[in-house]
């Protein structure tokens, strides 16, 4: 046979030359990728999701919120200018204060002036006024209110404290007791966001538990579970949780109703997660791998449990996430309307429904700020949900 390249590599009748390796055969090279290909095709289901999510620059931005929010809620003592309760009665109704930071074109510091006030008799207001006269330099990781550090710890270091006892501090203002209203939304805040969680939990639980089964075993036990989460579902929410928070016993503590109130609001948002698991469940019951599983003698809960659970588990955490704002909203709406938390305990909608009355709050309406965080938290999860969402979807 003849040859038709010449050792150059160019064939021999003339022609364009092409190139002819030296190197030895490789018969394993189709299957090496470079560490940036390797690192996605080796990749399991959790890093993979996470992968994605991090591409979404909102849900990012929203899971940082949330992840400083819940840090605070561990030191709320320490970040709070003042004790949960205490009341300062010669500011009472007073407006949030600037911070100032130059004085007669000198730079002195983060400072306030201290507050004068006289009386409206027109409108039964408090006037309050600044005295501009001389400032009064802010004190950081000082010395303020006692308080008990989650109810164990005594202290009585802040992170931020009054210039002195005479010059109040009141960033988002006070009430009509002469509370500063950033300490109480920051001591509400560890009510309001942990009662999400516990919420979420109780639903988790019951969702997974009863979907479970409706859709492992089918037939009169999915027949059963169906109509009774159709009954629970044709019911109004807020005349069920009147009802469910009207008859916890008055004579209960705060931390009974507290944990009453995260039951109630547990029980009620089961529905929806409970039906997402049965649908999942109905179709995973007839893979091979289920099917290896009850072969080889697993029983129900380990199938359930061990082995289909996990497969869809990032579309769990996806849904429980989209649910906490509207355990959070709930828990609000029943202490708005004096059904819910009630004091001495400090919630988000306890500080809300302080600010009922319209007339006290045209006069005052730093009072409506409490519900600024609610808004925060609320839009947070909803795009952090979103996020984790499109991430746990393989299709995308």
């Known amino acids: ?5 010449n050792r150059s590599g160019a064939p021999a009748g003339g022609g364009l030359p092409h190139f002819v390796s030296q190197a030895p055969f490789d018969p394993y090279a189709i299957d090496s990728v470079n560490p940036a290909l390797e690192k996605i095709y080796m990749a399991s289901q959790w890093r993979m999701m996470w992968l994605r999510f991090r591409r979404h620059k909102v849900a990012v931005a929203a899971g940082l919120v949330l992840a400083v929010m819940y840090a605070a809620i561990l030191f709320v003592e320490f970040l709070a200018p003042y004790g949960q309760h205490s009341r300062n009665v010669d500011y009472i109704y007073a407006p949030p204060q ?3 930071w130059v004085h007669q074109g000198e730079f002195v510091g983060p400072f306030v002036y201290a507050l004068d006030y006289k009386l409206d008799m027109e409108n039964l207001q408090r006037i309050y006024t600044e005295n501009v006269v001389e400032p009064r330099p802010l004190r950081f990781f000082c010395e303020g209110d006692p308080y008990k550090f989650w109810g164990l710890i005594e202290g009585n270091t802040h992170l ?4 002195d006892k005479y010059t109040p501090l009141f960033f988002f203002g006070s009430d009509r007791l002469g509370r500063d209203m950033l300490s109480r939304v920051l001591y509400g805040m560890r009510i309001s966001l942990t009662i999400g969680l516990f919420g979420v939990a109780v639903s988790f639980i019951l969702g997974m538990t009863f979907g479970g089964l409706a859709g492992y075993y089918g037939g009169w036990v999915d027949d059963l579970l169906q109509r009774s989460i159709e009954v629970l579902r044709s019911i109004p929410h807020l005349p069920l949780w009147l009802a469910l928070a009207a008859i916890l016993p008055v004579t ?3 931390m009974l109703v507290y944990f009453g109130i995260t039951i109630i609001l547990g029980l009620i948002d089961w529905t ?3 039906r997402a698991v049965r649908s999942r469940l109905l179709s995973l019951r007839e893979e ?3 099917v290896a599983a009850q072969l080889m003698g697993a029983s129900p809960g380990r199938i359930i449990f061990r082995h289909l659970m996990p497969s869809f588990m990032s579309h769990l955490i996806a849904s429980a ?6 355990m959070i909203l709930g828990e609000t709406a029943l202490s708005f309307l004096g059904l819910g938390i009630r004091a001495p305990i400090t919630s988000w909608g306890v500080l809300l429904n ?3 009355n319209i007339n006290v709050v045209a006069l005052y309406p730093w009072l409506m700020l409490p519900i600024l965080p609610v808004i925060i938290v609320v839009l947070a999860f909803n795009f952090l949900g979103d996020g984790l969402r499109d991430a746990a979807d393989p299709y995308r």
């Open 288 to 290: 091979d791998f289920c």
């Open 272 to 274: 929806g997660l409970a």
């Open 252 to 254: 209960w503590s705060p």
């Open 321 to 326: 996430t989209l649910a906490i704002p509207g």
């Open 160 to 163: 931020v404290c009054p210039p």
């Open 354 to 356: 302080e600010a009922q």
């Open 98 to 100: 600037k911070v100032h």
């Open 1 to 5: 046979m003849t040859d038709l390249t």
